[in-house]
């Protein structure tokens, strides 16, 4: 079936940093979602992306939708501790409302 | 935040038993989902519902049956559960104009 490679599959990030993941697939998309999942917490809904090549920003979130709309990034600006959790990608394929999910990214405070 | 809750939040129930878990939303929209969530595996989609009792399967049915005489309400039955079953089940809604999924808060059930 369809499945969409996100990674890094985890990350350290300090203070201040900026920090970025993406999503990939074989397939074409017609939607990106990002979503992010704090522990014991339903994923909650960030960035939404509609159209290749779309680029839309949440505070110090900025997310792309790729012009082959076969993938996706997620950027993270100046981190702070509470951007901890993990990060998932999701997209529709058709005028269906079953979404793909990557597998997550999993962010960490650095030590 | 859109209105959505899962009951119970948390489950410990023996195998061979059957489990009904429960979500309830209030934002009057038409489509609902079944996910479980696993170590290594992401968020897989259970069954969905395109309206009251309109259902499908989705990748990992097998073992579940939903159903919804409701909009607001949207049912998962383990029938006899397995201890393969223990997982964090998650409902989401969707509906409006981009149809985009809401998550609710997650059961974490655990079958002995």
């Known amino acids: 079936g369809q499945q969409l490679n996100q990674s890094p599959q985890s990350m350290f990030i300090q203070e201040g940093e900026d920090v970025s993941m993406n999503c990939t697939s074989s397939?074409?998309?017609?939607?990106w979602l990002w979503y992010k999942q704090d522990p014991g917490e339903g994923p909650v809904l960030l960035i939404a992306?509609?159209?290749?090549?779309e680029l839309t920003s949440n505070g110090r979130l900025t997310a792309q939708f790729g012009i082959t709309r076969k993938d996706s990034f997620l950027n993270i600006s100046a981190s702070i501790p509470s951007d901890v959790g993990i990060y998932f990608c999701?997209?529709?394929?058709?005028?269906?409302?079953?979404?793909?999910f990557g597998g997550g990214t999993r962010v960490l405070v650095k030590p | 935040d859109a209105g959505i809750t899962q009951s119970p939040r948390h489950k410990v129930t023996e195998t061979g038993t059957p489990v009904t878990l429960r979500c309830h939303q209030t934002?009057?929209?038409?489509?609902m989902y079944w996910y479980r969530q696993d170590p290594g595996h992401g968020l897989r989609l259970i069954h969905y519902?395109?309206?009251?009792?309109?259902?499908d399967k989705g990748e990992v049915s097998d073992g579940y049956s939903v159903s919804r005489s409701k909009t607001e309400d949207f049912l998962l039955t383990l029938e006899s559960a397995t201890s393969s079953q223990t997982s964090v089940y998650f409902c989401?809604?969707?509906?409006?104009?981009?149809?985009?999924?809401?998550f609710g808060p997650g059961t974490r059930l655990t079958v002995l």
């Open positions: 519902s395109y309206g009251v009792k309109d259902t």
């Open positions: 989401a809604i969707s509906g409006g104009l981009y149809n985009e999924q809401f």
């Open positions: 992306l509609y159209k290749a090549g």
């Open positions: 934002e009057n929209h038409r489509y």
């Open positions: 999701a997209s529709r394929r058709d005028a269906g409302n079953k979404l793909t």
């Open positions: 397939s074409i998309f017609n939607t």
